[in-house]
């Protein structure tokens, strides 16, 4: 099993409160710009924050890019008094979005997400508009480039949206 | 290589028509014969190729390591 795979298990396994954003949900909606972590937004609930951190726990995750000698108690606690996370795990870099830009907190990435079954899971990934908007809204160069293409993405999906609701008036039309 | 066929759907991003999101894509360097290819996978598929991808960057890096490591021992 490879690092996303592992990464998407291990969210599913501890059946995290969560939306796949960034890169990852990129790639599911079929953009073709590889990202190396997995971004989730996570729902703050105090039962979701002990399932993130026995999740974190089983992956042995340190804090990314901070220094060595930063104490960081990885715990409910932590987490509760922070937003956002990036970890070093076993599985790969894992990123904890409390918010994300251009959509808002959990709640409302999570009424703006799809169903999406990945290795027999039903996970929730932002929706293509959110994260097109998201995107946007952050504007690093990386996004710039992520955007472009997603927005081709859903330009082309569309069409064929567009292209089937003629052909049913056409046909119903007679 | 076998010549990839592309269907009058997929057209719509490999030759796109001037002022759609598409052209601007492929004018900003994005390769989109690329983005159809994953298109026409599954979700799942995708991130198994995301894998594969990741994978062959991982092993690129180790490579460069070890060219440069020889290299500082040789010189």
Redesign the interface.
Same mark, same amino acid.
């Given at each position: 099993m490879?690092?996303?795979?592992k990464q998407?298990r291990l969210v599913s396994d501890f059946q995290i409160d969560c939306v796949l954003v960034g890169g990852?949900a990129a790639?599911?909606h079929?953009?073709?710009?590889?990202?190396?972590d997995l971004d989730i937004c996570y729902s703050r609930d105090k039962a979701n924050l002990t399932k993130v951190v026995a999740a974190l726990r089983s992956v042995n995750a340190t804090l990314r890019g901070a220094p060595k000698d930063i104490p960081f108690i990885l715990d409910e606690e932590t987490l509760a008094r922070g937003l956002n996370f990036t970890f070093d795990t076993d599985v790969g870099n894992l990123d904890l979005l409390g918010e994300v830009r251009g959509v808002g907190f959990y709640a409302e990435c999570l009424v703006n997400a799809d169903e999406?079954?990945?290795?027999k899971y039903r996970h929730r990934?932002l929706s293509l508009r959110k994260l097109i908007a998201a995107k946007r809204a952050a504007g690093r160069p990386k996004d710039?480039?992520a955007l472009?293409?997603l927005?081709?993405?859903?330009?082309?999906r569309d069409?064929?949206r567009n292209?089937s609701s003629r052909d049913q008036a056409e046909n119903t039309n007679g | 290589m076998d010549k990839v066929e592309y269907t009058e759907?997929e057209r719509?991003?490999i030759e796109?028509k001037p002022g759609?999101?598409?052209a !601007?894509?492929r004018d900003?360097?994005?390769? %989109?014969s690329?983005?159809v290819?994953?298109?026409r996978l599954t979700?799942?598929e !995708?991130?198994?190729q995301?894998?594969?991808? %990741?994978?062959g960057?991982r092993e690129l890096r180790n490579s460069l390591r070890w060219i440069s490591r020889v290299s500082e021992r040789v010189a």
């Open positions: 490879k690092e996303v795979e998407l990852v790639t599911v079929g953009s073709s710009i590889p990202t190396q999406i079954e990945i290795f990934v710039l480039i472009v293409e927005e081709a993405i859903l330009e082309f069409s064929d292209k | 759907k719509w991003l796109p759609t999101a598409a !601007r894509a900003f360097g994005v390769d %989109l690329l983005t290819n994953n298109l979700p799942e !995708r991130i198994k995301l894998d594969s991808h %990741l994978d960057i």
